[in-house]
């Protein structure tokens, strides 16, 4: 895990973002002060949606998340015919569609897709 920080501007206003990369389970310290948290996982595997899954209900089980701004991330880098997408679209929406206030995003870093967004 990292901490970076990262200023952005909304509607004008200018924030100074602070970002944690964890790199486990969420505990009741960190359910307790995240203010937003983006869930990240790769398209072509399964495991990684799963995992996602697996963290999105943890978190919801220590604080709930109808007040906590949620996105979920799918990485499409690593797509090739050798390694073919595994998680479609509708099932990605639908897990976010069990949380309030939940942007989905697909992203390639490769060709800077959804990267800024």
């Keep these: 895990g990292g901490q970076f920080k990262r200023e952005v ?3 004008g206003q200018s924030h100074l973002l602070l970002i944690r990369e964890e790199a486990g389970a969420p505990d ?6 995240a203010d937003a948290v983006i ?5 072509e595997s399964e495991s990684s949606f799963e995992e996602v899954t697996q963290l ?3 978190l ?3 604080r709930g998340t109808s007040d906590l701004a949620l996105a979920l991330v799918g990485t ?3 797509i090739s015919s050798s390694s ?3 998680v479609e679209d509708a099932r990605a929406r639908a897990l976010c569609g069990d949380a309030r206030r ?3 995003y697909e992203t390639c870093a490769t060709y800077g897709l959804n990267v800024d967004r």
């Excluded at 009741?28 to 002060?33: E, L, N, R, V």
């Design 56 to 58: 999105h209900a943890l």
């Design 60 to 62: 919801s089980d220590l």
């Design 76 to 78: 499409q880098d690593k």
């Design 84 to 86: 073919p997408r595994v």
């Design 9 to 11: 501007t909304v509607d």
């Design 39 to 43: 869930f990240v996982f790769s398209l």
């Design 102 to 104: 939940c942007l989905y």
């Design 28 to 33: 009741a310290q960190f359910a307790s002060w």
